[in-house]
């Protein structure tokens, strides 16, 4: 691994980036995992946040995803999971005597967890796991008629291409990124049957070995969540050691999908920065708090309520300097 390329067991080389502090070595390293349909861009807010407060960021472009090879097509989940094993390890060997976290948002949360459990975890020491908006809805949460469905599609039809046009859902209520991600060339807008089924194969790993993460392990969720539906997130965060205080839930309730991304992302990177540093202490925006609320049920999603809130609505309601200011951070993102 350099700054610019991941090279993967089988050789294949990835496109890097690195977020890094400037002019000093860094306190501690995050490896980034992007999530699904999306690729290492997805960090470039982030990336420079941490870099400010001497934190180096990596991120590739998964196989299939971005600009690596064969993009749109699932290379399949444990080529995936081996390619995070082998990252993990090239960091390491590069930076041995530094704090290694590996985070994740979506796809490349339950990777993380992928990664992190079972018979070939990894081995590589990791001071903490953070897991954004994991992707936990498993087969096992499905309605029979949905697993039959995708089942039968993956058979006949694992080729075709789904776009999602006419299904109203949102990752978050940030709409210059919205606006972005609509005309991202990188960014895979209709993807197969085939990547789909694929993608659910890494979840049911993930909600299936959810229990055997060793903390600290942070997990963030958003109740305005489209995409990741809550139950699933509930029951897999209920295996959780919460009496163990370095392990936290934080649960946000004007949370998107993308939460380091959203309206309210600089709240959720100062909660993972304060995390970091004391893993012990109560986040500074106070959304742990909300983990036992959303454990037992009372606190609910959007979604569980039937009642969703447009995109719009939020931005509507931001000064015009806080608009001008996410705007501007869309605008001065790297093509």
């Known amino acids: 691994m350099d700054q610019t390329s991941f090279q993967a067991p089988d050789s294949l080389k990835m496109p890097l980036r690195s977020w890094l502090p400037d002019g000093k070595p860094p306190e501690a390293i995050f490896l980034a995992l992007h999530g699904f349909c999306d690729h290492s861009g997805a960090w470039d807010v982030f990336g420079p946040s ?5 934190i180096a960021v990596f991120s590739w472009d998964q196989r299939g995803f971005g600009h690596s090879p064969d993009r749109g097509q699932w290379p399949g989940h444990e080529t995936l999971i081996a390619d995070v094993r082998a990252a993990l390890r090239a960091v390491h060997d590069r930076y041995p005597d530094t704090p290694l976290y ?3 948002e979506s796809m490349g949360a339950s990777l993380a967890v992928a990664a992190t459990t079972g018979p ?8 903490g796991l953070i897991l954004s908006g994991p992707a936990l809805w498993a087969r096992a949460t499905m309605s029979w008629p949905m697993t039959a469905a995708m089942w039968v599609a993956r058979k006949l039809l694992p080729g ?8 109203e859902r949102y990752a978050t209520n940030n709409v210059p990124l919205l606006q972005r991600l609509s005309k991202d060339p990188l960014w895979i807008h209709a993807p197969t049957v085939e990547s ?3 993608l659910t194969d890494v979840m049911d790993i993930a909600y299936a070995r959810f229990a055997e993460l060793e903390g600290p392990v942070l997990v963030l969720y958003g109740l305005n969540d489209e995409i990741v ?5 509930r029951t897999s965060a209920a295996k959780l050691d919460l009496r163990t205080p370095s392990n936290r839930l934080a649960i946000y309730p004007e ?3 993308m939460l380091t991304r959203d309206i309210g992302g600089a709240a959720v990177t100062a909660d993972i920065l304060s995390w970091v540093g004391n893993p012990d202490a109560p986040l500074p925006s106070g959304a742990d708090r909300n983990a036992a609320a959303f454990l037992n049920g009372t606190l609910r999603s959007g979604m569980e309520r039937k009642e969703r809130e447009h995109p719009s609505r939020a931005w509507e309601r931001l000064t015009q300097s806080e608009r001008e200011r996410l705007q501007s951070e869309q605008d001065s993102r790297p093509e």
């Open 255 to 257: 949370g998107w999908h």
């Open 196 to 198: 789909i089924a694929g």
């Open 102 to 104: 590996l985070m994740g």
């Open 50 to 54: 941490l870099a400010a407060r001497n």
């Open 120 to 127: 070939e975890r990894s081995t590589v020491p990791i001071r």
């Open 229 to 233: 539906p809550a139950g699933p997130v």
């Open 160 to 167: 075709v291409r789904l776009s999602g046009r006419g299904v």
